[in-house]
């Protein structure tokens, strides 16, 4: 019984330590796209990122800083996006940002949600913030 507890403690340190190894990309050409096209108002994308997902199966935190050019805003917007990062097949917007700007659901209705607090979207949002 001991010998177990070791090593699901061993088990458990190694799994933390993948999770605290998310590496922050630049999203792929066809995840960025897929976005754009759902956001009304013409953008230029001005930073982009993507953080594979550990509680999706085979989906993506992706984040755009981007200016809207009729309102002439700036924006950082959160949305999960299922798929490979070059065959991305379905969009959920995260953060308030993505939701009013894209025609895309809100990723919190999904059965395994995904939300603002999650360590993905906070490493995206870190990301795109700096500079």
């Known amino acids: 019984m001991l010998r177990r507890a070791a090593f699901a403690i061993i088990i458990g340190c190694f799994s933390l330590g993948v999770v605290n190894a998310a590496v922050v990309n630049p999203a792929s050409r066809q995840q ?27 989906a993506f935190y992706v984040g755009l800083n981007f200016v809207a050019h009729e309102l002439e805003r700036t924006g950082i917007g959160i949305w999960l996006v299922e798929g490979s990062r070059h065959k991305p097949i379905a969009v959920f917007s995260i953060n308030a940002t993505a939701v009013v700007f894209s025609k895309y659901p809100k ?16 490493l995206i949002m870190d990301y795109l913030e700096a500079q």
Request: hydrophobic share 35%.
């Open 107 to 122: 990723a919190q209705g999904l059965e395994n949600p995904a939300r603002m607090h999650d360590r993905e979207a906070q």
């Open 32 to 58: 960025t796209t897929i976005i754009a096209k759902a956001i009304q108002d013409p953008i230029t994308v001005l930073k982009s990122a993507a953080v594979k997902s550990s509680r999706h199966r085979n």
